[in-house]
């Protein structure tokens, strides 16, 4: 036995109202090791991170730091063991600059004054330490979401962090933001500091972790060393069974030009127009970095931007969409990005949230026909598979792919002629992920357009008959089935020319 | 139900109290007075409690109350010096400003690209205003019947507080203005509108105009001894049809929904505009009907303080009465039960011989603690209904 | 550009605005050579307006331009603000009616020392102030008392209505009335404690209610009065709208005659129910004179003349009782004043 572990999780239980978050989970950290924690949603890797992190207290088990048995019971007491917590929605305060995030809190102080220079200057130190190279005196609502990213981690390591626990710290980052995170990780490794690395994506984990452990309904699934990091075989210990056939889409049959878009300019991206086509039976992928516009110029057809010029045609008819009212009278329906946000009113049930859009094509004189209601909400539920309690539970109760289901079922209850899905899939666990792919066969087959988002390479490739790549507000270039492969669509993504054309 | 269950045992245990202490209170007498206030209260929080459900505010129901008040009694009583017609004309007059004011605020909303109404709408809307103000301005001077007089006046003085609401969403929703900030200085603008046309006189209908005074002064006689004030019908029939509105019709759906999430909302193809502007035009309307009342009621209008506060005792009793300042959540009924406490408080605290100085303290004291009483048994009504999952996870 | 277009649309609102206030007021006193009094009452109210009338009538006479300012709530604060502004307009002389003397000391003084003051309807005592113009109001409040006792000769339960206490028109008034009823001597300065009952041989004051100048609690409290003591005697309203508020309340519930009002002040309300005999009277103090004396007197003093000044430093207007007798030429009286109004304004 050479030294203890930096940080070990013995037989540690959460019990939350109604479910078992952890059961008897246990875990080991070495010094300057990558583990990398995955689980489908509701696997208890994020309780378990907040176990570690002092936001929660375990109800049974133990936490040893150095192999001393430590009660973590408050973020500072993790905080003096050297353990910090990166949030997936990142923590600053976008108002104030770089310095004073990073020592948010813990402001050095002179006479009972901040004292600016002492702490811009260590400040300095920090950002230097993650590779930002920007003035700590940037606010940092200025800086790209990647940077935003780094001076999370700079504010980690100024509290001499000795585990740095990241949770799906890539999720908003683009391609090239993830390879800066990915060597600042790796640089910090090589000086001894261990990271706790949550994510979904399985082929970052492939990349970059030294070992792996899965949790599967709040217990240890299993264990991968460096050289078993498989995709398949992290898919089979997360889903508990085999999945060799990852997407089962057939191709289709395109049928008549179900949207048009002539020309249109979106408001605040580049000035020149952008034309596309979507048929009806097809489903068609916009690929691109983040930032590449592809969210402005889907929430520009859907009119919550409306377009500053250009025509846009739904089955052949000229329609004017200045609002999403327009498009959904059009027969359009966008899932989008942000469902919390945007999707959802998560206080409401189940039952009225599916029901808004429909509400006042099923009403008789503005009153809400309470039984159509119920029955569209009742079918949505079991056509979707929603897991939920009734159509009375609150959506924010269920977890994030049933929350999506019922951003879908909203507007399966319209039955649209085109569907708009911005990232679909973001955040949920790869059950749900399935279904989801899963229906939009099921509705492209169906006779519906679907035009969807993805920043996930497999799925673009997988499911989609036609990809758009976008760069820099642009549709930098179209590539059809047989064209398809991840290094076109990254040629197109990042500006260069296609290998073939 | 659950909602108002607390609430409601708030009220009959003051009740229940007062009347233990005080064989006064529970008098015929002193039941019609509660209630009569309680009623012309209840209807200004009925209308803030739509506002509030779509997660604002409105700030400038008690100066709106003070402007009808005045209006309505200057309008109702033209002094004799005044020239024939004068009434009619003058609210030609002010309806043309206000028409053309609302064309210049529907220009800028374009103007910043907020709204999509067509200019020539605009145009007409403008023009018209520009001719009716003519029309009053310059058209010969008649008065109108007495028959015609006074459904005309009250007509426009509820068409006027409508147009006060429709103005404040506009605002809110079109050129993007925090609800408070509108509203607050509509609060401000109004009282000195009033002030200002009434010349800081006191308005009053003295001896006359006994048949629609009755509207706030009147009772239905139920039994020989308890008769039923008549804003208390009044409050009645405006709380059914807000409460079927809120709960039963799409309005109140999407109005519940936007005061949550307005952009899950919009994106459903909601015009979330058109409801914010809705609630706000209810509450104003209902701040004047209630101006109305108040003002038959008390026959003292003083311009300067008819009013004043009133907006805070409205959202104090839609508080108690479990709406979310947050948005999103509300009963009517707890709302109307709510505005009652708060009158029973007040009764109870003179018929009780308690010092008036206190009268503000033992309110906000009332109201924290039924504010706390609430979230204290919400919390405990969420344990128990884990522990019961926890139990039995089926 | 959005932006810029913005900006101009702002500025001419600025613009704009700024022409229109231009165009209401004006900025200095002495604009036009002659001398400028201000009068500054303690809030807004009928009364005042026919104090405005006097102060006007006399400024038209003496050919002085005066400033009439009504403060509105809070009108401590107010008083304060509409000072200051006076004085930065060089007024040659304010008057003044204290909302809270014993607080405003300072602003008065501080007045006193720029220009000419003088109080008037209500006194700040211990301050610089050069004479008080007003009527006495302990002996108004035992007129009130003698009205009482008119109307209710064989005693009974009475209850005090004002608009607040702490001012010292209220308490001299109310001080005034208990110690008439009482039969105590005269002396301005003893004080009983609001919220006791206070009995006599024949009368009892059962408590006195505050209602924060708001008519609608006025008349509320007037009626929980009435449901917490059925038997009431007689309701004494303090201020202008109290006794209307009071008439409201028994008019509703079916009483009026039966309790008597005795009230303070001419709202044409109670004018009228005196005249009905629902109300047995009043008193009243002189506003017009108020207004009229004061600008008189700052006029005088202004010029130099200081022998105008009572060496008491009193300028008594005696308070009138009205009853039913002398009801209709005090109405006489009043709408000639209030007409004149119209013409000078």
Known sequence: ?501 | MKKILGITTLLIVVVAATAALSPNFLTAYNVQNIIRWSALFGILSVGVAFVIVTGGIDLSIGSVVGLVGCTLAMLLNPIDERPPGWAWKSVFQIQGCIAIVAAVIWGLARFYGRSRGSGRRLLWLGLAGAALFAAGRYAPGFDLPAWLHLPFVVLWVLALSLQIGLLHGLLITKIGLQPFVVTLCGLLFYRGLTRWVAADQTQGFGSGFTGLRKLATGKLPLTDDFALPVPAIALAVLAILSGVLLNKTIFGRYMLALGRNETATRYSGIDTDRYVILAYAICSLLAGIGGILFALDINSIQPSGHGNFYELYAIAAAVLGGCSLRGGEGSILGVVIGAAVMRVLYNAINVLGIPTQLEFAIIGLVILGGVIADELVKRLAAKRRAARQARDPA | MPTRSSTRVVALLFLGLGAGLAACGKSDASADGKKTFGYVTNGIASFWVIAKAGALAAGEELDVDVEVRMPGPPEDAEQKRTIEELLAMNVDGIAISPVKPDNQLDVINEAAARTHLITHDSDAPGSDRLVYIGMDNYLAGRMCGELVKEALPDGGEIMIFVGRLGQDNADLRRQGLIDELLDRSMDSTRHDKPGEELKGDKYTILDTRTDNFDSAAAKSQAEDALAKYPDIDGMVGLFAYNPPAILEALAAAGKKGEVQVIAFDEDTVTLQAIEDGSCHGTVVQNPYRYGYESVKMLAAIAEGDKSVIPASGFLDIPARKITKDSVVDFRTELESLIAGTAEVK
């Open chain 1, 1 to 501: 036995m050479s030294r203890a572990p930096l940080l070990e999780v013995r037989g540690v239980s959460k019990r939350f109202p109604g479910v078992l978050a952890l059961d008897r989970v246990s875990l080991s950290l070495g010094h300057g090791e990558i583990l990398a924690v995955i689980g489908e949603n509701g696997a208890g890797k994020s309780t378990l991170m907040k176990v570690l992190a002092g936001v929660q207290h375990q109800d049974k088990g133990d936490v040893l730091v150095d192999g001393e048995p430590a009660a973590i019971d408050s973020v500072n007491a993790a905080y003096d063991r050297g353990i910090v917590l990166i949030h997936q929605e990142l923590n600053l305060c976008g108002n104030l600059d770089v310095a004073s995030n990073v020592y948010l809190g813990r402001e050095p102080r002179r006479h009972g004054l901040i004292d600016h220079k002492t702490m811009r200057t260590q400040a300095q130190a920090c950002i230097a330490k993650v590779g930002l190279d920007v003035k700590v005196s940037t606010l940092v609502e200025r800086l790209p979401i990647g940077r935003q990213q780094l001076v999370e981690i700079a504010k980690a390591l100024s509290v001499d962090a000795r585990v740095l626990i990241m949770d799906e710290p890539t999720s908003s980052l683009s391609t090239r933001e993830t390879e800066t995170l990915f060597a600042v990780i790796e640089d910090l490794c090589a000086s001894g500091v261990s990271i706790v690395y949550i994510s979904h994506r399985l082929a970052e984990v492939k990349r970059l972790a030294h070992r792996v452990v899965v949790l599967r309904d709040g217990h240890n699934a299993g264990e991968l060393a460096r050289d078993e990091i498989e995709h398949d075989a992290m898919v089979r210990l997360m889903v508990g069974r085999d999945v060799s056939q990852f997407y089962a889409r057939k191709p289709h049959e395109p049928g008549a030009v179900a949207l048009e878009a002539e020309d249109i300019v979106v408001p605040g991206g580049a000035p020149e127009p952008i034309s596309l086509r979507v048929h009806a039976r097809e489903i068609v992928g916009i690929a691109g970095l983040v930032g590449a516009g592809r969210s402005e110029l889907i929430e520009t057809l859907f009119g919550v931007t409306p377009a500053v010029r250009g025509h846009l045609r739904v089955g052949g008819t000229d329609v004017r969409i200045s609002s999403p009212k327009d498009a959904i009278a059009a027969g359009l329906a966008l899932v989008p990005e942000d469902r919390k946000q945007s999707g959802l009113v998560l206080e409401m049930a189940v039952r009225e949230n599916v029901s808004l859009p429909s509400l006042e094509r099923e009403a008789r004189r503005a009153f809400i026909d309470k039984r159509a209601e119920r029955e569209v909400a009742g079918r949505m539920i079991a056509d979707l598979g929603i897991k939920t309690r009734d159509d009375r539970q609150v959506v924010k109760d269920l977890s994030g792919g049933n929350q999506q289901k019922v951003v879908l079922a909203k507007w399966l209850a319209l039955a649209p002629r085109v569907l708009l899905l911005d990232e679909p899939t973001r955040g949920i666990d790869i059950g749900a992920k399935h279904e989801i792919y899963a229906l939009m066969e099921r509705l492209a087959a169906d006779g519906v357009a679907v035009l969807f988002i993805s920043s996930e390479m497999e799925e673009i490739l997988g499911i989609s008959d036609r990809v758009l790549v976008m760069h820099e507000g642009r549709i930098a270039g179209e590539l059809g089935r047989g064209e398809l492969d991840e290094e076109a669509v990254m040629q197109l993504a990042t500006g260069g020319q296609p290998a073939r054309t």
